[in-house]
C-alpha cells in the first residue's frame, strides 16, 4: 500500500460519513426484532406477476434494443411517459425537462454536484431526509436547519434564517423541502405553506429542491400541488421516483427541472454513469403502459393505509399521555417526539433488548438536535407484527416514563 | 430563474465538459452513414433468447427479493461470482475486494470521487479513454499525459514524468491505464511493461487505476495477468464491467480494489445511488450460473475476431502507405495515425459527406495532441458495410494524400 493513503483521499471522501441509520439498521438484523426501523416498501406491494410477460413481451418485440446503451437524459418514451404523468395534474412542462436518473438518490447527487462546492450553504428541515443531507454533505455542504412545525418547514424561520444569512453575506445554494409525507416526520405542507415558501424562494432569489419520494402513496385528504406547478418561474427542481410506487430495486427515478439546470445535470450524470440501465427503463414504460402501474399503486395505497391506521389505533391505546406522534396523510414514515429530557438512543437500546427497534430522529436534524425523537416506518411490517412493536414499545416508553416525570 | 444561475453551478459543474465524442456522434446518426465512431458493442452479441426465460424462473423463484433495495457493496451473490472469476484466473482476492458499480463509469466517477481534489493531478495514456478523463476532470484533476509506444504507456517517459513532478512537489493521485485492447488504441500491455509500471507505482508510492472492460474480448495471443495480480501490494485498482461481454443495458460494473480503498468507495457510492440495480444484479447471477455466459462470450469473440479481420484486410488493400494502424488482439477499437501534417478534424468532415464516419484521435489527448489520429470501432458495423466504410475512409485519405505529400 501507498505509505500515506489516508492523506490521499478527497475532500468529499472525508465528508463523506457512512449512514448513521445504516449503522443502526445492523442492529436490527436478528429477525426476531420487530423493526419499524428500515425505509423499505413491503415486498407484498411489487408487482411480481405483471413483470413475467412484460418483460417476455419486451425481449420478443424489441430484441437487443432494451440491452444496449441509451441516452444520458433517459430513454425518450419514458421521459415522454413522465412529462405526460405532469401533464395529466396540470403542471407545464415538456420533455426538455425531465431526466431519468439511477434512483432519486442520484438525483439528490446529481444535485449535489452540479451545485454544491466546499463551504456552500444548503438549507433543509429540522429534521429531514438523511440520503439528501449526506448526498449535500459530500460535495461539502454547510446544512442550515429551519424547525418544522405542524405544516413543514416554517416560513417564518426560514426567512429569519435566510436574512441571517443575507447579513453574513451568504447566499445559500438551495432550500431542500419533502412537501409530502416528509421523511422522517410523515408532515405534509399546504397550499399555502408552499407558497409562502416560493414567495421568499423569489424574494431572496434561491432555487428550491423539492424532492417527492412519496407523493403519489397518499391515502387521505386532497393531493397538494407540486411546489414546481405553483412556481411557473424556474426556482424549482423536483425529484420523483418508482422505488415506492413500482420497484425500488430498479433504481428509476427522475427530475424535473429547468432546462438550463437540466443540461448541466445531464453532463454530471453522462461522467456519473453514462445512463441509468435501459433495461429497467424499458420494462418501466411497459408496465406504466400496461395499466398495471394505477392498479397496482391503488393496491400499494390500500396496503399502507390499513397499516398506518393498525400502527395509530394501537399507539393511541397503548402510549403514555406525555408521548405526541404525527398523523401523515400517506407515505411510510410516522415521527414520535417523547417527553423533552427522555433520550431516544438509551430507548434504542433497551428497544432491542426487547426485540423491537426504530430509528432515533437526531439522525435526522444537521443541528445534532432531536434526541427525543423517533421515526417508525409503518410500510415494511405487517400487522400482527406492528400490534406486538407497538406494545412492546409502548412499555418501553411507560416505564421510562415512570422513572422520569410525564 | 435566480438572477446568477451561472454563478450558482459548482466548480465540478464548471469543470464537467460535455463529451466531445457525443458532438460527434450526432453527427454520425443519419442511417446513411457508415460509423466507425460509436463505441456500442454488436447487439448480434446480446443474448436476447437466454434472458427470457432466466428472468421468468427469476420472478418465480425470488419473487419479490429481486425488486427491493439490497446492499450498496452489491448483492452478495454477484460479489461471490465476480470473486471467483478472478480466484479461477490465479488473483487473490476475497469478497471485501469486491464492489458492484452502475457500469464501470460509475467505477471511474467513484475513484474521482474517492481521491481528486481540485487540481490534483492525474496520470494517464496519451491517448486515453474520453469518459476516464471526463470523470477524474469533474473533481478537478488536472490531467498529465504520458505518450505510448506500441507496448502502452512508456515506463521510461512515465518516470520522468514522475521525477518532474516530484521536482515540483507534486504528487500525482494515481496512473490511470487500460492495459488490455485500450481504448483509443486497442494497444495491450506485455506482462514486462506491466511489471515495469508496477514497479514505479512502488518507487513513486503512487496508486493505479487499471480500467478493463475489454479483457475477456481477446481473439489473438496469451491473456496477460491483471496489474491487481502482479502487484499484490494494494497499490492497483481495477475496473471491470458486464458491458462488453453481457450487456451495456445492464450497466454492471465493478470494482476489485484494496479494503481501505473499497471502505472509502461504498461509503460514497452510498450517497451517489445507494445500490445497483438489484433486478439486473440478480439476472447477471443467474446469467453466470447458467453457462450461456461463457458460451456467448465466445460467440461475442468470434463476431469481434471476425470483424476485425475484414476491417484490417480492407485497410491492407486501401490504404496509402504513409497510414499507419494498430492491429488489436482483442477489443473493439483500432487507431489509425496519418501523416504528421494531415489533420483528422478536416478529414473529419469530408467524411461525413462522403457518409462515413470515425472519432478524431485529438479528443483522447488531454494534450491537445493528436490532430493526425483517428479510432475506428470495429465491433458495432456488419462486414459488408465496414468494406464499403473502409473503401471511402481509404479513398477520401487518398485523395488528401495526393494533395499534401505522402
Redesign the interface.
Known amino acids: ?3 500515506d ?1 489516508k492523506g ?6 472525508n465528508n ?4 448513521a441509520i ?1 449503522e443502526i439498521l445492523k442492529l436490527t438484523q436478528n429477525p426476531e426484532i420487530i423493526s419499524f426501523a428500515g425505509g ?2 413491503a ?2 406491494s ?1 408487482p ?2 405483471a ?2 410477460s412484460i ?2 413481451d419486451m ?2 418485440e424489441e ?8 441516452a444520458t437524459e433517459g430513454v425518450t418514451e419514458l421521459r415522454e411517459l413522465l412529462v405526460q404523468k405532469y401533464q395529466n395534474e396540470g403542471v407545464q412542462c415538456s420533455l426538455e425537462n425531465m431526466i431519468v436518473t ?2 432519486s ?2 438525483g ?2 446529481l444535485v ?6 466546499q463551504g ?1 450553504v444548503v438549507i433543509c428541515g429540522l429534521p429531514s431526509y438523511l ?1 439528501g443531507i ?2 449535500f454533505q ?2 461539502g455542504a454547510k446544512m442550515e436547519g429551519v424547525p418544522m412545525d405542524e405544516y413543514g418547514m416554517s416560513a417564518e424561520l426560514l426567512e429569519a434564517k435566510l436574512v441571517e444569512l443575507r447579513d453574513q453575506g451568504i447566499k445559500p ?1 438551495f432550500i431542500y423541502i419533502i412537501p409530502d409525507f416528509q421523511n422522517p416526520t410523515g408532515i405534509t405542507m399546504p397550499e399555502s405553506r408552499r407558497l409562502e415558501i416560493i414567495a421568499l424562494a423569489h424574494k431572496y ?3 428550491i429542491v423539492e424532492d417527492c419520494p412519496y407523493r403519489e402513496v397518499r391515502f387521505d385528504g386532497e393531493p397538494q400541488r407540486l411546489m414546481y406547478d405553483l412556481d411557473q ?3 424549482v427542481i423536483t425529484l420523483g421516483t418508482f ?1 415506492k410506487i413500482f ?5 428509476i427515478g427522475w427530475i424535473l427541472g ?1 432546462k ?2 437540466n443540461d ?1 445535470i445531464v ?2 450524470k ?11 427503463q424499458k420494462i418501466a414504460i411497459r408496465y406504466m403502459q400496461s395499466g398495471v402501474f394505477e392498479e397496482n399503486l391503488q393496491k400499494t395505497i390500500d396496503l399502507y393505509h390499513q397499516r398506518r391506521d393498525v400502527m395509530l389505533a394501537e399507539m393511541e391505546k397503548h402510549m403514555p399521555d406525555c408521548v405526541k406522534w404525527t398523523h401523515p396523510e400517506g407515505g411510510m414514515f410516522l415521527f414520535i417526539t417523547l417527553p423533552e429530557d427522555m433520550d431516544a438512543m438509551e430507548l434504542f437500546h433497551k428497544a432491542i433488548e426487547k426485540k423491537v427497534a426504530f430509528v432515533t430522529g437526531n439522525v435526522f436534524y444537521c443541528d445534532g438536535g432531536g434526541s427525543n425523537t423517533m421515526r417508525l416506518n409503518f410500510s415494511y411490517v405487517n400487522n400482527e407484527k406492528a400490534i406486538a412493536g407497538i406494545q412492546r414499545l409502548a412499555e418501553i416508553i411507560e416505564a421510562e416514563v415512570a422513572v422520569e416525570t410525564c
Chains 1, 2 share one sequence.
Open positions: 500500500m501507498i505509505s493513503l490521499t483521499f478527497s475532500q468529499i471522501s463523506n460519513k457512512r449512514s445504516r423499505l416498501p415486498p407484498e411489487f411480481v406477476d413483470l413475467d418483460v417476455s425481449l420478443r430484441g437487443a434494443a432494451v440491452l444496449q446503451y441509451d439511477t434512483g438518490q442520484q439528490l447527487d449535489g454536484k452540479v451545485f454544491v462546492n456552500d440520503g449526506s448526498a459530500a460535495y445554494k432569489d434561491v432555487l418561474d424556474d426556482h422505488s420497484a425500488p430495486g430498479f433504481r429547468p438550463d439546470v448541466k453532463v454530471a453522462q461522467s456519473s454513469d453514462l445512463c441509468t440501465p435501459t433495461f429497467v
